[in-house]
């Protein structure tokens, strides 16, 4: 196939995906268990493993809880949701970001997914779409795991019912500490002596700021920012650091402490799930 057909496909793919978006899938979906309005927003931390059984699952912070939530999905989602989280994308799209980058050309905008029951022991999700051409929403039926790793590179928000999010919370995980995590829309990794050095950081203990977004952003932060401690306790670890924003008391801002280009910097940050952002493939693998 020749590099110049293929600009033309995309737009005769466009206008096809929207039309049959906007007729053909409406009698196919199912109804939501419970009204959008009734349901809680949430913010995706990281993922980490069931205690019983060895399943992976993401970890959902809901704000002013004090735990997190966590749901099964599969090993291919827990890998998409990890790359989302890191911002990662390969060089040629797989499963989810093809997805996304089909209803990205197709003018599709997916604005919200949702986990809005469980039955059977299955947790059952369902995505929100924007259709060129159509009043109303278009909802489609969707694993979960599915509707929040494509929520992550789209920027869509996550909304989960109050009966899921208490039925979750009976189930038994394990974070891992080596790994990113997420909350008030700044990621952190671990840091090693040599990522210390390479980015001339303080011999102080706490964790790489490596993403922010939202009013972490607005307020200064930087990728590239020691956190050292968060409402005065230094998180020792990524998981730590999620540990010490839920134990923010209800209502209060958390106050951060950070290093940055040799000053600290506090600053104090609402606890409630920032605005998403999508998640894009970096400049260069465009195909």
Do not use: K
Not at 43 to 51: C, D, F, H, I, P
Not at 176 to 192: E, N, R, S
């Amino acid at each position: 196939m020749s590099v110049s057909f293929l600009p033309r496909c995309r737009r005769l793919l466009i206008p096809c995906l929207a039309l049959l978006l906007a007729w053909a899938l409406p009698g196919q979906a199912r109804e939501l268990a419970v009204p959008p309005e009734a349901m809680v927003e949430v913010e995706v931390a990281t993922v980490g493993m069931s205690g019983m059984a060895g399943v992976p699952v993401v970890l959902l912070r809901e704000p002013g809880a004090r735990e997190v939530i966590p749901i099964f999905i599969g090993v291919a989602e827990a890998r998409a949701i990890l790359r989302a989280l890191t911002g990662e994308r390969p060089s040629r799209p797989l499963t989810h970001e093809l997805l996304g980058d089909v209803l990205a050309g197709a003018e599709v905008a997916l604005t919200r997914v949702y986990v809005d029951a469980l039955t059977d022991s299955t947790f059952l999700g369902m995505l929100e779409l924007s259709v060129p051409g159509r009043e109303s929403p278009l909802r489609i039926d969707s694993r979960p795991s599915d509707a929040i790793a494509l929520a992550l590179t789209a920027g869509a928000s996550i909304h989960v019912a109050p009966e899921v999010l208490e039925a979750a919370r009976q189930i038994e995980y394990q974070g891992f500490d080596d790994q990113v995590v997420v909350a008030l829309g700044i990621t952190v990794t671990p840091l090693d002596d040599d990522l210390r050095e390479a980015l001339g950081l303080p011999d102080s203990a706490g964790v790489l700021v490596s993403d922010v977004s939202g009013e972490a952003a607005e307020a200064g932060l930087e990728p590239g920012d020691l956190l050292l401690a968060v409402n005065g306790e230094t998180p020792e670890t990524p998981l730590h650091f999620l540990e010490l924003v839920r134990d923010t008391p209800s209502g209060e801002p958390a106050r951060l402490q950070v290093w940055q280009r040799g000053e600290v910097i506090e600053v104090e940050l609402s606890t409630e799930v920032p605005a998403p952002t999508p998640r894009r493939r970096a400049p260069g693998l465009e195909a």
